[in-house]
């Protein structure tokens, strides 16, 4: 019977979340991204890119052919990497919107445990997540129709994603549940917060613990801890590739000037011991979900403030004797003022304000954004930081008047200009521009291509976030994006995804000019889409 | 100083918030009654120039309000039904972004914002966060930023919602003395809200305007509609279903009914003097 329930609860909540979601801007812009992303990921045979290869046993760089089952494993591998980083930016949030708009009061006011209603939550973000997964998938059979050769195959093209993919989304959904009702993770620190978290947890320690990435593994078992799946992945190439496995994996887009030898893949041997091991890693979701369960308040206030409570009582306000408790002023009428509204002025106060709800992020920025000014490769690091950091600052700011529901009191204030999108852009551009400033003199010493770059990569940032803020009408969008171009352009050392001219040794101001023309359009999508907004 | 004309507003769902609405309101309280969808909030939503209306013409001080919603919404104070706040800034610093969009000069605003803190019983709570406050504490900053700039135009939807009564009092009485020299327009369900301190009220229904008038005059014409009667308890659901019922009460020979409507149906009902409640009653059933 509680199993039932159980279930019946889940269901609902996956159908309400679901058709939401899907009805949101956001789905379209994730899928339109994906879709180009996914096409990307697997460039032709002849263009000299790929994006997955390896040294085989006798130190020479190798990638697969374009049989259906290497396709298939690029297209998992993609889904795998970038659905675990950008999908938690895409479902978190989820119980704090349920929170903020008042339906948790309602829910805590039903039979609905807080357990029940988790699941639920978990099951409605992998629901969504295994949506936009299928997309990695339809789009790998749509490049092999293209690029592909031999024959075509369902089975080798699923398998790869059938074995990394969901065990990832379900550790992306627990970890974006158990973040939401953590006090100090629900909002932008955990978002940048789960960005490192990712890469170490999720990536990199079950690399390190089953053997690397850069060297064959070790015999032994299948990884029992491997969210993404890499680490599995390694080992699978490891058993099947035709000359061996020599380690050094490259995963991303890059472009070679050497011949790269194409080998054929057999595709993965399924084994008891592998499919065991994927299985069981999912018993790694219980106890975040257990500590998800623990903490959450079922949306009681009276848990939350607890803490503030004892710390008032502690400190009791005794009232001077003889005067009352409550002192009730009499009522004063107003005295005239000058006022002296202004675009300029709203767009000064808008970059505060920025300034002043970045509480967590704003003494990091500011210290990444002074150590950006050291030259060379020194201030490398941390301008990409600041990049970062700015992303998460600037993510909510198109978004805030809806997010918090302050529209209607903000939007009738004389100051703000007529294009509303105008003066967030504004605002971010002058956060942006200032923060930035260390950051160009060390650019310029460069070379005035680099000063000129880095310019254009903070109009970017700005841009971007504006135009995918007010598309999503939320910041997450954006943050998922431009988090994962921000790991391409830091992985890539520059290339083609260096948005900034800042990741990489050389200024590529054709790349930055062209990321800030496509985030232009966007912020003209976003324009168009405004009007028609407010027109109706 | 405020002129409605013609104004019609058609939501994208084909559902017709307001119809050919017209309206004059000089300087004084105009207090906005009608039932739920009668198109208070919508009327309200227009004229502080966030919703755009299908059809139909606004002026303000004789000009077209929306040819250039900028020139009232520097008169304009304005607290919505539903609104937000960002819950990590505190009063202090929310009403202080506020002000700058309002244009407030720098020099004027942390006195504004002492001022209308203490108007609003704030004061002591002002640097904590808005995330930590009551329905009614975030009430209060709505209203404190209503009054933040110099409005020459106030307009408020359901203002006292979540307030205590001493604290609603208390705003009323605020209202009552900025509206001297300036339009206040209250929209709420409480009656006795407007009753104490409009000088003329409107009452919508479906999107249109019922009456405009002084509430001496609603109360006129409601005269000889307004009854009181003792009914059986038995028959207490039947007559209810005839009769626009302002109160009962139960009593050990039957139920004491004051009523609005016809006479006829109950013998025995004796006329009394209306209230405001009766006559909006009386309005909002059968006026036309």
Same mark, same amino acid.
């Given at each position: ?24 801007? +956001?789905?379209?812009?994730?899928? =339109? ?18 994006? &997955? ?65 988790? !699941? ?50 379900? !550790? ?36 390190? !613990? ?16 491997? $969210? ?22 490259? /995963? ?7 011949? =790269? ?8 041997? !399924?084994?008891?011991?592998?499919? *065991?091991?994927? &299985? ?6 219980? $106890? ?36 009352? +408790? ?21 767009? +000064? ?35 990409? &930081? ?12 198109? +978004? ?7 529209? $209607? ?26 923060? *930035? ?21 903070? *109009? ?8 995918? *803020? ?8 954006? /943050? ?57 | ?7 019609? %507003? ?46 139909g013409t606004v002026l303000w001080q004789g000009q077209d309000v929306l040819a250039d919603p900028h020139g009232l919404r520097r008169s304009l104070g304005y607290l919505p039904q539903d609104f937000g706040v960002y819950p990590k800034l505190t009063a202090r610093e929310f009403l202080r972004y506020l002000g700058r969009l309002k244009g407030v000069a720098e020099r004027d605003l942390g006195s504004r914002i002492d001022h209308l803190l203490e108007l609003t019983n704030l004061r002591q709570m002002a640097d904590r966060p808005l995330g930590s406050y009551s329905g009614g504490q975030k009430q209060r900053v709505g209203i404190a930023q209503a009054l933040l700039g110099d409005p020459r135009l106030v307009i408020v939807d359901e203002p006292t919602v979540g307030l205590d009564p001493e604290e609603r009092v208390r705003f009323r009485n605020v209202l009552a003395e900025i509206a001297h020299g300036r339009l206040v327009i209250l929209s709420t369900h409480i009656v006795s809200d407007v009753e104490a301190i409009a000088s003329s009220i409107a009452v919508l229904r479906q999107g249109r305007l019922l009456a405009h008038a002084t509430p001496e005059e609603l109360l006129r014409r409601a005269q000889g509609r307004v009854f009181e009667a003792l009914v059986p308890s038995e028959r207490l659901a039947e007559v209810q279903s005839r009769v626009a019922v302002s109160s009962?009460?139960? %009593? ?37």
């Amino acid at each position: 019977m509680a199993s039932s329930n159980l279930w019946r609860s889940a269901r609902a909540q996956v159908e309400a979340e679901l058709l939401g979601r899907l009805r949101s801007p +956001a789905t379209l812009v994730s899928l =339109i991204g994906l879709l180009v992303l996914s096409f990307l990921w697997v460039p032709s045979p002849t263009s000299g890119a790929y994006s &997955i290869a390896w040294k085989n046993a006798h130190g020479e760089l190798e990638s697969g052919r374009y049989s259906t089952s290497f396709v298939g494993a690029s297209a998992a591998v993609l889904a795998a990497l970038f659905l675990t980083l950008i999908g938690f930016y895409l479902v978190a949030g989820s119980v704090r919107r349920d929170r903020e708009s008042g339906i948790g009061l309602i829910l805590a006011g039903t039979p609905l445990t807080r357990s029940a209603y988790l !699941f639920g939550k978990w099951l409605a973000h992998f629901a969504y997540l295994s949506v936009l997964g299928s997309v990695a998938l339809a789009t790998g059979l749509a490049v092999w129709l293209r690029y592909g050769e031999g024959p075509f195959a369902l089975w080798p093209l699923v398998a790869p994603y059938l074995l990394l993919v969901p065990v990832g989304l379900a !550790f992306t959904a627990v970890t974006a549940v158990l973040f939401d009702v953590t006090p100090g993770l629900r909002g932008r620190g955990g978002q940048v917060l789960y960005f490192f978290f990712w890469t170490f947890v999720f990536l990199l320690l079950p690399g390190e !613990f089953y053997g690397g990435f850069e060297q064959a593994p070790s015999e032994g078992s299948w990884p029992l801890f491997d $969210p993404v799946g890499l680490a599995t992945f390694v080992r699978v190439l490891h058993h099947s590739l035709p000359n061996g496995f020599g380690g050094d994996l490259n /995963l991303g887009l890059a472009i070679i000037d050497e011949p =790269i030898a194409r080998v054929p893949w057999p595709g993965i041997q !399924f084994g008891l011991g592998m499919v *065991g091991a994927r &299985i069981g890693s999912l018993l790694w979701l219980l $106890p975040p979900f257990a500590l998800a369960v623990w903490v959450f308040d079922r949306f009681d206030p009276a848990r939350g403030r607890a803490r503030s409570r004892r710390k008032e009582s502690a400190e009791p306000v005794v009232p001077p004797q003889g005067t009352p +408790a409550r002192v009730v002023a009499p009522a004063v009428a107003l005295a005239p003022i000058s006022t002296s509204p202004s675009s300029a002025r709203a767009v +000064a106060a808008e970059a505060r304000l920025i300034w002043l709800e970045a509480r967590l992020q704003r003494w990091p920025l500011a210290g990444t954004a002074l150590a950006a000014a050291l030259p060379g490769s020194a201030g490398q690091l941390p301008a990409a &930081i600041f990049l970062l950091l700015l992303g998460v600052v600037l993510s909510e700011v198109a +978004a805030r008047e809806s997010l918090a529901g302050t529209s $209607p009191l903000i939007h009738s204030q004389p100051a703000v200009p007529r294009s509303k999108l105008a003066w967030k852009l504004g605002a971010s551009l002058l956060v942006s521009l200032l923060l *930035g400033l260390p950051g160009e003199l060390a650019a310029l010493l460069g070379g005035a291509a680099g000063g000129l770059a880095w310019l254009l990569g903070l *109009g970017f940032v700005a841009t971007l976030a504006v135009a995918t *803020g007010s598309l999503s009408r939320g910041g997450r969008l954006f /943050l998922g994006l431009y988090t994962a171009l921000w790991y391409l352009a830091l992985n890539g050392k520059g290339g083609p995804f260096d948005f900034s001219g800042r990741f990489g040794t050389e200024s590529r101001l054709g790349v930055a000019a062209s990321f800030l023309a496509g985030a232009m359009l966007l912020m003209l999508l976003a324009q168009a889409l405004e009007h028609r907004r407010e027109r109706a | 100083m405020l002129e409605v004309r013609s104004l019609t %507003k058609r939501y994208a769902g084909g559902v017709t918030a307001l119809a050919d609405f017209s309206l004059q309101a000089p300087a004084g309280v105009l207090g906005l009654l009608g039932p739920n969808g009668a198109g208070k909030t919508t009327l309200m939503s227009i004229l502080a120039t966030v919703t755009r209306p299908t059809g139909g013409t606004v002026l303000w001080q004789g000009q077209d309000v929306l040819a250039d919603p900028h020139g009232l919404r520097r008169s304009l104070g304005y607290l919505p039904q539903d609104f937000g706040v960002y819950p990590k800034l505190t009063a202090r610093e929310f009403l202080r972004y506020l002000g700058r969009l309002k244009g407030v000069a720098e020099r004027d605003l942390g006195s504004r914002i002492d001022h209308l803190l203490e108007l609003t019983n704030l004061r002591q709570m002002a640097d904590r966060p808005l995330g930590s406050y009551s329905g009614g504490q975030k009430q209060r900053v709505g209203i404190a930023q209503a009054l933040l700039g110099d409005p020459r135009l106030v307009i408020v939807d359901e203002p006292t919602v979540g307030l205590d009564p001493e604290e609603r009092v208390r705003f009323r009485n605020v209202l009552a003395e900025i509206a001297h020299g300036r339009l206040v327009i209250l929209s709420t369900h409480i009656v006795s809200d407007v009753e104490a301190i409009a000088s003329s009220i409107a009452v919508l229904r479906q999107g249109r305007l019922l009456a405009h008038a002084t509430p001496e005059e609603l109360l006129r014409r409601a005269q000889g509609r307004v009854f009181e009667a003792l009914v059986p308890s038995e028959r207490l659901a039947e007559v209810q279903s005839r009769v626009a019922v302002s109160s009962l009460v139960r %009593k050990a020979e039957g139920t004491r009914l004051r009523f609005v409507g016809d006479p006829s149906s109950l013998p025995g009902a004796t006329a009394v003097e209306p209230s405001l409640e009766d006559a909006y009653l009386w309005l909002s059933r059968w006026g036309s």
